[in-house]
């Protein structure tokens, strides 16, 4: 872990002008109090008080007062690529004045997740694959126009966005990244970038900024980068399939060589706990109205509760490596929410799945789109929630939920999603005139 004395150097070396202190809301959105490095030592050792009723989730008029304090673990320098000025940013642990953590702080929700399964002997790691579209911006308006007409792992000419792919993970190298993979994607315009697997909170830290980064880079080429679920009709949405593991002792405990695909016990009771509480946290891992629009059947996303090893169309799929790489691939979640609170209900159901020995379903080898509903009852395959509004409901009755999230988050998240949700669906759409106006 880094310490004070090292950051103070490395700011005096570096000539750093500014700090940037990062947060999320409880949606997920990247907030920043930026202060000038001459305050960095004073930040440090007292961190900020700030201002917290204007920001969603975290606090009313009433009680708005709230401390950033900085983890040093986290402290980098940003490159210049993204920032005019030598800058470094640096997350925040959020504080009451009275010295306790904020129950509202996401960060802390994954925190408290990460002890608990550390008390049980593991570690847990995540490894997701994080979709986006470039979209052209003509006039200086956005547009749903991709950059490209370019299809799954492309060259140029047809995939146009390599340079700009390059220059985002050459920014997140230099942020400490260990960048894995990133190539085209299916749809005209949709990209992905992949880095290798680490502990849930380094991995939380790193999606958040890597939507920053993304966006950032994009902009200097005249594109806008959106990782919205579902941006265009017709075509693929964006996922974020969350790759899951859990070690212990530096060992691979879902690895088994003699079990069913070479899979432990304690992988099939946390694939099972997946899969029993995957309506109650779909809420939190697809959180926008949007996000069920990918979730529809004919798009390599999933639909049916079920897993399989080699099957896309399961919710749960297990990629053929083993060894320190056996681990579980959970395909329903998007990059449009928020990483701390996604990963921490994942665990959550896991290790619940674990102290309750579930047992998961049969695995289904054929492709389950295809399968008439009789055969889906015949396989006991359920369905996820079809709308935000139907996940909410069982949100709302999940006591698995409001322990992992604690009340304070547990209750302002339902509150604005279902704001959210009465407000989408009280609106009426072209759709709705072009089909009805003329014939009724």
């Known amino acids: 872990m880094t310490s004070k004395e090292e950051i103070l150097k490395i700011a005096s070396e570096k000539g750093l002008e ?5 947060l999320t809301d409880i949606l997920g959105t990247p907030k920043n109090i930026v202060v000038p490095a001459r305050r960095l030592e004073e930040v440090l050792d007292d961190g900020i008080a700030f201002d917290a009723s204007s920001i969603i989730g975290y606090a009313t008029i009433e009680e708005s007062d709230l401390i950033a304090n900085p983890d040093y673990s986290s402290f980098s320098i940003m490159p210049d690529e993204i920032e005019k000025r030598p800058t470094a940013r640096i997350n925040c642990d959020i504080y009451m004045p009275n010295g306790k953590r904020f129950p509202g702080d996401p960060k802390y929700v994954l925190e408290r997740m990460v002890k608990k399964a550390a008390d049980m002997g593991y570690e847990f790691n995540t490894g997701p694959e994080c979709e986006f579209f470039l979209f052209k911006i003509l006039d200086g308006q956005i547009t749903t126009i991709p950059n490209d007409n370019g299809g799954y792992f492309d060259l140029s000419p047809l995939d146009l966005a390599e340079n700009v792919r390059e220059d985002i993970c050459s920014t997140l190298e230099k942020l400490g990244f260990q960048v894995y993979t990133s190539h085209h994607e299916c749809a005209s315009g949709q990209h992905e970038i992949n880095f290798h697997y680490a502990d849930a909170l380094i991995t939380a830290d790193r999606v958040v900024t890597l939507r920053y980064v993304a ?3 994009a902009l200097k080429y005249n594109l806008h980068a959106t990782f919205m679920p579902k941006p ?3 075509v693929n949405g964006t996922g974020m399939h969350t790759h899951q593991s859990l070690f212990a002792n530096g060992k691979n ?4 060589p003699d079990g069913l695909h070479e899979l432990s016990e304690t992988a099939m009771h946390y694939m099972g706990g997946l899969l029993k509480y995957s309506k ?17 059947p004919g798009y390599e996303a999933p639909t049916y509760i079920a897993w399989s090893t080699e099957n896309r169309s399961a919710l749960i799929r297990i990629p053929a490596k083993r060894g320190n790489a056996t681990r579980v691939e959970l395909r329903n979640p998007d990059p449009a929410g928020n990483p701390y609170l996604q990963f921490a209900l994942m665990l959550a159901a896991g290790l619940k799945g674990i102290e309750d020995r579930v047992e998961p379903p049969e695995p289904v080898y054929k492709d389950i789109y295809s399968l008439s509903q009789r055969e889906r009852e015949l396989y006991k395959i359920d369905t996820l929630p079809a709308n935000l509004g139907h996940a909410l409901s069982y949100m709302e009755k999940s006591e698995l939920v409001l322990e992992t999230l604690g009340p304070h988050i547990f209750e302002n998240y339902l509150y604005i999603q279902t704001k959210e949700w009465n407000e989408y669906r009280t609106q009426v759409t072209k759709w709705e005139i072009d089909k009805y106006l ?3």
């Open 18 to 22: 500014y700090i940037r202190l990062q």
């Open 280 to 296: 109650e946290i779909a809420a939190i891992l697809n959180s926008k109205v949007n996000s069920y629009k990918r979730l529809v």
């Open 232 to 234: 265009i009709f017709g």
């Open 438 to 440: 003329s014939v009724i």
């Open 215 to 217: 966006k950032v880079i």
């Open 253 to 256: 405990i879902f690895h088994d």
